[in-house]
């Protein structure tokens, strides 16, 4: 039962959605998945990641993900602890030469920027930036060695192209692409990128603190390069070269939690019997043409994102009415269990931000849009 305090509009039980969770990180863990951390209760959980049953597990990751993204010829899937945030210092660290360039439409880009900024061992990083709910692209530079953007701007819901710059190749550049949100659910060439990364706890509905990435070898040549160098020092929990000979053990250089890798490799598999890549991107599209086709239709709600082609298929940002008061749409919505639709807090919008990953059904999102209905209906 609602509290009344907190909700004094009552949405009808059959409005709600089966499953209330549409946050955009950590996302909707699927019942299965949890259910397959307490299978591996006494043969996993709690024992040693240097032996084969653990192992067997990151295999399973490795492979998986190989498959997901139909790896190109010499791409390796490496693994570490840290999650996204950690991988910016790990490519800090081992992978810009002398200068990056970054795209940077909203948090995520410009965190990664604001890494190599302040990196002492780098010049002055190259910021293309664009306001949030647009997209900057990268562009030809001669004096850049790392271009990097984001696939999926979770704190705008706005999406860009994972294509090359051209000529950038020629000119020894490597690309890398943020692709924490993205992963897994948007369509992808991994071709086009050097390292595309993403951390566990957005598409693939685990938990957090690891990063994956499925790195070129002109991206692992780089590290042995920059490593190798002897002119930076580069810490062993934040080296590209460690990472990647552990991974190829099917190991992570410190202990890794064993809970995360068994549900995300519950993940893959699930997205991988489904049908794989174009399965998970056309789920999240047909939840995101609801969404976006929902918020046209409406006066008093309007896609963040104004370029359709931009507006994200995974996470969506729907701006209301001045007239409304998003953040009691948002307290209402909880206290019926109806979760995280807040946007992200620095953006400052009156906005609702809703996640629409693979494991978050489609019939959900149809169901959370009819709740928002209700909801704006009572408070005008
Ligand atoms: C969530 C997110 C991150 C941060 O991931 P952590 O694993 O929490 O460090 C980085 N980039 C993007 C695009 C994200 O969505």
Redesign the pocket.
Known sequence: MPDPATAPITIPADLLPADGRFG??PSKVRAEQVRALSDAGTSLLGTSHRQAPVRSVVRRVREGLAELFSLPEGYEVVLGN?????FWDVATACLVRTKAQHAAFGE?GA?FAAATTAAPFLEASQVIAAPPGTVALPAPADDVDVHAW?H???STGAMAPVVRVPGSRERGALTLV?A???AGALPVDVAETDVYYF?P??VFGSD??L?LALCSPDALARAEEVESSGTRWVPESLSLRAAAANSRQDQTLNTPAIATLVMLAEQVEWILGHGGLAWAAARSAESAAHLYGWAEEREWATPFVADPAERSTVVGTIDLDETIDATAVVSTLRAHGVLDVFPYRKLGRNQLRVAMFPAIDPDDVRALTACVDHVVSRLA
Request: charged share 15%; no cysteine.
């Open positions: 955009s990180g840290g999650g996204s945030t950690t995520f965190k984001p999926n701007e979770t943020d924490t949100s993205g951390a706890q957005k957090g603190g990063w």
